[in-house]
């Protein structure tokens, strides 16, 4: 059975920091691409970052880059997502998603019908 299990989200002050973990079960991050989105409450879901399972190639949005980084573990089989100098606007519910086939870029700018997690609730204020 495939699942994708967001953890990590929580309540933090603008500038803080959170680690977003999606572990991944049922398939091997290998042969797939694996990214994180977001969406606040009368927003359009949002591709945050995406990363290639085998070789590590890496998309942010331009909202995020230099702030936040992906990575993944192999070993773990499980995608990270840590958030630098976090920002009231990065409040939302994210989610982590995979896909075989598509590139990093086009899995964060068009999403998946492959797999998704339940989403993990960020929430950043003072």
């Known amino acids: 059975q495939v699942q994708l299990v967001e953890s990590g989200g929580g309540l933090v002050q603008p500038g803080g920091s959170l680690r977003l973990s999606c572990a991944a079960s049922?398939?091997?991050?290998?042969?797939?691409?694996i990214g994180w989105f977001r969406q606040a409450p009368g927003k359009e879901r949002e591709g945050v970052s995406c990363?290639?399972?085998?070789?590590?190639?890496?998309y942010y949005s331009d909202s995020v880059k230099g702030r936040f980084t992906i990575s993944r573990d192999k070993a773990k089989n499980t995608v990270y997502l840590q958030m630098d100098s976090l920002k009231p606007e990065d409040t939302a519910v994210y989610y982590c998603?995979?896909?075989?086939?598509?590139?990093?870029?086009?899995?964060?700018?068009?999403?998946?019908?492959?797999?998704w997690g339940q989403g993990t609730q960020v929430t950043v204020s003072s």
């Open positions: 990363i290639s399972g085998s070789e590590g190639d890496t």
């Open positions: 049922g398939f091997t991050l290998d042969y797939h691409v």
């Open positions: 998603a995979a896909d075989r086939t598509w590139t990093v870029q086009a899995l964060c700018l068009m999403g998946t019908d492959h797999y």
